[in-house]
């Protein structure tokens, strides 16, 4: 790396680069790398450690050039279909929707945004509803909450045209982990709200199923370009039981450095409470399309460490709503880096063979990720932040790798990671109830049926 | 109609329709029709076989252009991509796959064809299994039995841009109507048996599950061109606590007339036991791709009614098998048709405002169609029997008009069955648990968590 670093012939690249600090910093920090490799990691931290400041750096490289994206967005005559996120729109049409409609009533734009009326006693109705409805429990089994997973997309067919396979490819992926997991879905194509459009659009959906569902214990939001690759993992419900938001993320990134990608609200475990329905208020403000939008996010850029120029997004929001109130929220935030709840692409799929010929499915962590999340490819639009071949081919070899874990139930494998094929590696037999079911996904613990005693 | 049929401006379509035949037969069929409606319909017969009648024209037309696409399917040069069923694959690929495959030998192409190897106990293991494993009841419910709902696509992007879009709808249709009547979904996109291809592709897929699985007690297929518009409407389990494979048909049309579309195969249920495992055996042999499918489907062409010349399918050959095996699979066979197990669409899509202002959902029949099966749109592929704004236009209002009874429990409907955009028909309360569910599916009751005390 530090002889591509300083090679003649990458001298007018290197010089590019250096003018931007990027190269010349990852040189200088992967040098500190190899070094304490080789003197001798333990010293210095866990490989995990190293791991997550190398995703730090690409995480930022990634983001760094999405303002384009969203300034794109925030012009009406441009089109964008994002569908990174879930239920994007079309800016322009959403503007002539406003005018023509008028059985939606513009909002006094000085009377704060809110996601609806005040409910301050969601606890004791929540509570009430349980206990009338046994048979609506929150619990479906020891230790097993009632999880109710939410994604979507775009009603618009993609700008993109391959856009929409890897959406259905993403759904089917997500189907798989839920049905072996016990874990129902809700996949929204609607913008409930027009002012909170773009990655905002989930704060409305979120509050609408928490107060429709009582029954529903935990929500767990997912992007559309996030895939299961650890269909064998179960998500540690009891580590939560003193928590109401799950994030990855780690606290010093977030609380000390107040840095954006401290945490990452791509896919997050959200308990049906209260105390959700107040952060969900917090964290609202920031939202609303327009002025306010893009005045939070010059307030993120100033106050966040990193954050590029751009409107306010939900996670920066949700950094800086935290880290300013930490002692009202804290306690109740679960920063979650032992496994990959969430998980940057950059620095998983090309390993993924190294994981097959050393793990095994179960792991959820760097070994085995549970989540490989495809921030910055944006597959559905047409601009992404990467190079489309690079990340549709590495979403076709995240995909086949998840699905590999289900066809192996079933005696069959992807030809390679990079094959729609599939071949056949257990023959058929009259006795299939005999066959070992290598990973006991066909029936595993945390779905059966077990209806506690007491939740 | 008449006068249609014999104004003078029609007259050269007249005749090039005559010499088909086709027209005038449709014609005279309409007179009297028309007829019996003003003499007294009382007297002739149901609206429903009226309806019935004029649908088989309808699906009798559609059909007769299918020709045209099989025989491309069947040229190797030509790639197509129908997903009007499951897992379709690229014709040539597979055979180079073939020749170049080491670890999948070729079968004796003399040696007749199987699903794997016969098994005769199916009924001991599987009961023996379920007692072993109190946890995973074949019964989720007083008579609710457990379901796996099955369907899929190719594991190839469409060749049409937006049929990928289409087919991402249909699954978010289908998680919805399942999440609601707590039916898990199995999503396949994976060739299991290169020679069974195309529409005969379901029945590995479906053996392979059944016996993976002998928790299910029903396995529900699903073209992936069905879409679910009565989103209330809850299968008469009870009703075919005789029966084990249950089809939308007529009897007298499949066992009297041997007409070919006497029962559709696009929506069946199949219980998980011998005797569906017998008929899947008995089913299998016409579908071997090549020279037995031909062979196959030139005696079904001269075997059934109106059957059109084209290679076996899957649908005919079970018209045949039953007509010719009525003693020995008829009694376990139910061929319903008191609810749209499988509806048409060419007959219902023009009369969903007509449903919307007369009826309600829950009645699942001609009134309110459980479901909506696009035969011969094929918006995935190149070559479709309708013209493709016809098809894209309707299953987007099939679409909304499932989508609405959804929406409607959080408050919100589409604008209206052409568009994509939703509006708000139900304010934010700060008592969410008092609000009506007029249809009552958040917490339906065929959804409850009740587990009976004997199966």
Redesign the interface.
């Known amino acids: 790396m530090l002889e591509r670093c300083l090679g003649l012939r990458r001298l007018r690249q290197i010089q590019r680069a250096c003018r931007r600090g990027s190269l010349t910093f990852l040189c200088l920090f992967l040098t500190v790398v190899v070094l304490r490799g080789t003197i001798g990691a333990g010293k210095f931290g866990t490989p995990e450690q190293d791991l997550n400041e190398i995703r730090h750096l690409y995480a930022y490289r990634s983001r760094r050039v999405e303002p384009h994206r969203v300034l794109e967005e925030a012009q009406p005559e441009t089109t964008t279909n994002d569908a990174n996120n879930y239920a994007t729109f079309d800016i322009s049409?959403i503007l002539v929707?406003e005018a023509a409609?008028a059985?939606?009533p513009k909002r006094d734009p000085n009377a704060p945004y809110t996601l609806?009326?005040?409910?301050s006693d969601w606890d004791e109705?929540?509570g009430q509803?349980l206990k009338n409805?046994p048979?609506?429990?929150n619990f479906?089994g020891p230790n097993k909450p009632r999880v109710l997973l939410v994604t979507g997309?775009s009603?618009?067919?993609?700008e993109n045209?391959?856009g929409?396979?890897y959406?259905?490819?993403s759904?089917?992926n997500k189907?798989?982990y839920c049905?072996l997991h016990g874990i129902?879905?809700?996949?929204n194509?609607?913008?409930?709200d027009a002012e909170m459009a773009g990655f905002w659009a989930k704060l409305p959906l979120i509050r609408?199923?928490l107060?429709?569902?009582?029954?529903v214990e935990f929500l767990w939001w997912m992007d559309s370009d996030a895939m299961f690759t650890d269909m064998a993992f179960e998500v540690p419900w009891e580590r939560y039981k003193d928590s109401n938001f799950v994030m990855h993320g780690w606290n010093e990134m977030v609380y000390d450095e107040k840095n954006w990608i401290g945490l990452n609200t791509g896919s997050f475990l959200l308990r049906n409470c209260q105390w959700s329905l107040d952060i969900l208020d917090a964290w609202a403000p920031m939202g609303p399309k327009g002025k306010v939008r893009d005045e939070a996010g010059k307030i993120l850029t100033r106050e966040l460490k990193n954050r590029p120029v751009f409107e306010a997004d939900d996670q920066s929001a949700m950094v800086y709503l935290l880290a300013t109130g930490k002692e009202q929220w804290g306690d109740k935030v679960y920063l979650e880096n032992h496994y990959y709840l969430h998980g940057y692409w950059g620095i998983l799929v090309d390993r993924y063979e190294e994981m097959i010929e050393n793990y095994h499915p179960g792991l959820g962590d760097h070994r085995w990720p549970l989540v490989t999340h495809f921030v910055g490819c944006k597959p559905c639009g047409k601009f992404g932040d990467y190079p489309v071949e690079r990340c549709l081919k590495q979403m076709d070899r995240a995909y086949n790798f998840g699905?590999n874990q289900i066809?192996q139930?079933?005696?069959?494998t992807h030809k390679s990671l990079a094959s729609?094929?599939?071949?056949?590696v257990r023959n058929?037999?009259?006795?299939?109830?005999d066959v070992k079911d290598e990973l006991g996904l066909?029936?595993p613990a945390f779905k059966?049926?077990?209806?506690p005693t007491s939740s």
């Open positions: 049409k929707d409609s059985d939606e609806g009326p005040k409910i109705q929540r509803w409805n048979d609506y429990p479906i997309s009603p618009k067919p993609c045209p391959v929409d396979h959406l259905l490819k759904i089917k189907i798989d049905r129902e879905i809700f996949y194509m609607a913008l409930l609408k199923l107060l429709s569902h009582p029954e699905d066809l139930m079933y005696g069959f729609r094929r599939v071949k056949r058929e037999t009259s006795n299939p109830l066909l029936h059966a049926i077990k209806l």
